[in-house]
């Protein structure tokens, strides 16, 4: 049974930082691609950060790029997405996902709520 289970989420002031965890047990992440989404009230969920252990590629949408950092640790079997110079807009529910690619991810994680007050 495969299951990603994610924590740090909480309220935060603008600018400041906050780090998701996801533990994933019942696959091997490092052979997985390991994405973090977002899904904001009213909004459609989107991809903010994305990472290949094979092919050793990272992805972060503009909206993120210099603040959010994703980084593994294989032994743990865990994937992190530390996030900086919060800003209100970042207010979301993140979820920790496992996939073939940046189109197609199939295994999630229930997610953790994230708010960034003004």
């Known amino acids: 049974q495969v299951q990603l289970v994610e924590s740090g989420g909480g309220l935060v002031q603008t600018g400041g930082s906050l780090r998701l965890s996801c533990v994933v047990s019942?696959?091997?992440?490092?052979?997985?691609?390991m994405g973090w989404f977002r899904q904001a009230p009213g909004k459609e969920r989107e991809l903010v950060a994305s990472?290949?252990?094979?092919?050793?590629?990272?992805y972060y949408a503009d909206s993120v790029k210099d603040r959010f950092t994703i980084s593994r640790d294989n032994a743990k079997n865990a994937v992190y997405l530390k996030m900086d110079s919060l800003k209100p807009e970042d207010t979301a529910v993140y979820f920790c996902a496992a996939g073939y690619d940046n189109r197609n991810f199939k295994y999630w994680g229930q997610g953790t709520q994230v708010t960034v007050s003004s």
């Open positions: 990472n290949s252990w094979i092919t050793g590629t990272t």
């Open positions: 019942g696959l091997t992440s490092s052979s997985y691609v």
